[in-house]
């Protein structure tokens, strides 16, 4: 049987490589400390006709027009921003993603983020943690949720789930979305213009994907159209956020707090001024990262791959 080739470009689950290599033949990038050099990817895509970027590695129209024999591309991811899906669908090649694999896992990390910081819960383990904490006023207050306003910019699969897990706390609920979507179609919340939507919450949760459109949509202008005591949590891309302007405003409570999943540059190194700030959080962009979602999102994307390798529909395709 002759077998397919693929390229592999970074971390991959051994269950997933091992179910590849049944049907092809692999060239696997493995080094965990550096990306795969261009140079390298140029070359392996020369005469490959899948791609499973695992690596997130950048992909554009200069390289696709490298790649004649390449059928799939496919991520096991829900965001693609490393690739330029225009160039993918110019050259006939369809980009597989495995966004419903983690939609729930995604929604209790974003939603685990809004109560952290709502609650203040990793200043008050800081201060026991240190042996700060010795009488009762010295503990951090954080805000309630309930009868607050959220906003949700992004609202997708991941943001319906943010707002039911909100609104079983007693938040109501705004969304911002480029269009809005039929009425009904997210229960209980309702659409608003992007200012509305700064200018009325008091937590805002941004879930949107990165595009030309939304890098630093949260600038300095936004920043100052929210509340003072607004709560900011991004664990959608950290580019929708201009770093400095959110930097800017949190020095001077411009905004009160700020929870991030997602950081630009990420990962934001360890003498970053963000990280000098008592009033931000931030994990490691762990949206996804639970064993059972990286394991559906990790045989999704084989599903993909060797579906365009057959020349069949992507179950999960984002250009067709
Ligand atoms: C995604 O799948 O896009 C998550 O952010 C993990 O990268």
Redesign the pocket.
């Known amino acids: 049987m002759v077998k397919f080739r693929v390229v592999v470009t970074g971390k991959i689950l051994p269950l997933a490589l091992e179910t590849i290599k049944q049907h092809c033949e692999v060239k696997a990038w493995d080094d965990p400390n550096k990306p795969i050099p261009t140079e390298t990817l140029q070359e392996w895509l020369r005469d490959a006709e899948g791609l499973y970027n695992s690596g997130?590695a950048h992909i554009n129209d200069a390289l696709l027009a490298q790649t004649p024999q390449l059928r799939v591309i496919s991520q096991?991811?829900?965001?693609?921003d490393n690739v330029d899906l225009a160039a993918c669908t110019d050259h006939g090649i369809p980009l597989g993603?495995?966004?419903s694999a983690?939609t729930e896992t995604?929604a209790d990390l974003a939603f685990t983020l809004l109560l952290t910081a709502a609650r203040r819960i990793t200043q008050g383990w800081d201060m026991v943690r240190s042996g700060r904490w010795q009488k009762s006023s010295d503990i951090p207050f954080g805000i309630d949720l309930y009868g607050k306003t959220l906003g949700i910019v992004g609202m997708g699969a991941i943001g319906s789930g943010v707002a039911r897990r909100a609104q079983a706390c007693g938040m109501n609920i705004i969304y911002h979305n480029r269009k809005p979507r039929p009425v009904g179609e997210f229960q209980g919340t309702q659409w608003v213009p992007f200012e509305q939507l700064l200018s009325q919450s008091d937590c805002i949760v941004v879930l949107t994907p990165l595009t030309a459109e939304t890098r630093h949509l949260f600038n300095t202008n936004a920043f100052a159209k929210m509340k003072p005591s607004a709560h900011f949590i991004n664990a959608?891309?950290g580019a929708v956020v201009d770093t400095e302007a959110l930097y800017h405003a949190l020095v001077n409570n411009v905004i009160a707090f700020a929870a991030l999943d997602?950081t630009d540059p990420e990962p934001i190194p360890g003498d970053h001024p963000l990280l000098s700030l008592p009033n931000i959080l931030i994990t490691p962009?762990i949206?996804?990262a639970t064993p059972e979602t990286r394991t559906r999102?990790a045989m999704m994307a084989v599903d993909n791959l060797l579906a365009g390798l057959r020349g069949e529909r992507l179950p999960s395709c984002v250009n067709n």
Request: positive net charge; glycine residues 12%; proline residues 6%.
């Open positions: 997130f096991p991811s829900a965001g693609y993603n495995t966004a983690l995604t959608a891309r997602v962009h949206g996804s999102m």
